[in-house]
């Protein structure tokens, strides 16, 4: 699928935004996704690799070109997702910001936010993070051992009153924020953090 323009269009999809580093990206990120496109009943994920997590050191952190490329290899041979520098394009950092861009650059898409258990667990550290409840319908997906943590988080007990069935799953693009499911899946194994060590111990060993 071809990475959608920071102008935006006309479309009339239910999109995922699956938000990250991808440092790099990996088999877990395209699991997440294909399982999002299934249980949210979505039309399309776009992966936006930010520029720089604001919650994240830049120690470490590859370039974005490279991030945005490995995320364009683990995604690009699905025909229904995308790999994206949308948040560089906008000139976006946070979220919120991210999020009332695309709504306006895409006025007929129905956008859900995807994210993992682990970042409900520490939401409350983010800029404006109730503004990001009311712009878009939220799905989380669990990530272990971080599902019971999340639950409990200050941002999970602030919007419990907001939380959706799982059965409301498939409809959930159709809702009107605030509005968020919590999936209890399982997850793919693979991490990023992984990876980058193994990386590192096979660099130091040629």
Same mark, same amino acid.
């Given at each position: ?60 952190? &590859? @370039?974005? $070109? ?10 690009? #041979?699905?025909?229904? =997702? *995308? /790999? ?68 409990? &988080? @200050?941002? $999970? ?10 059965? #409301?799953?498939?409809? =959930? *693009? /159709? ?32």
């Amino acid at each position: 699928m071809r990475a959608p323009g920071p102008w935006g269009d006309n479309r009339r999809v239910r999109v995922g935004l699956l938000g990250g580093s991808f440092n790099p990206a990996h088999d877990g990120h395209r699991h997440v996704a294909e399982l999002a496109l299934t249980l949210l009943g979505l039309d399309q994920v776009w992966a936006l690799v930010s520029p720089q997590n604001p919650l994240k050191s830049a120690d470490g952190m &590859a @370039p974005q $070109a490279l991030r945005l490329a490995s995320a364009q290899a683990v995604l690009g #041979r699905h025909p229904r =997702l *995308a /790999a994206t520098d949308l948040e560089s394009a906008l000139g976006t950092r946070f979220t919120a910001d991210t999020l009332i861009r695309l709504r306006l650059r895409f006025p007929h898409v129905r956008f859900v936010w995807l994210m993992g258990a682990d970042n409900l667990a520490q939401m409350q550290r983010w800029s404006r993070w109730k503004r990001i409840f009311t712009v878009v319908p939220i799905a989380i997906l669990a990530r272990s051992p971080y599902s019971w943590v999340a639950l409990a &988080a @200050p941002a $999970a007990r602030a919007m419990g009153r907001y939380r959706q069935k799982s059965a #409301r799953a498939r409809g =959930l *693009a /159709a809702l009107t924020p605030p509005a968020w499911v919590f999936l209890h899946t399982r997850l793919h194994p693979a991490s990023a953090t992984e990876i980058r060590a193994r990386m590192a111990h096979w660099e130091r060993r040629s």
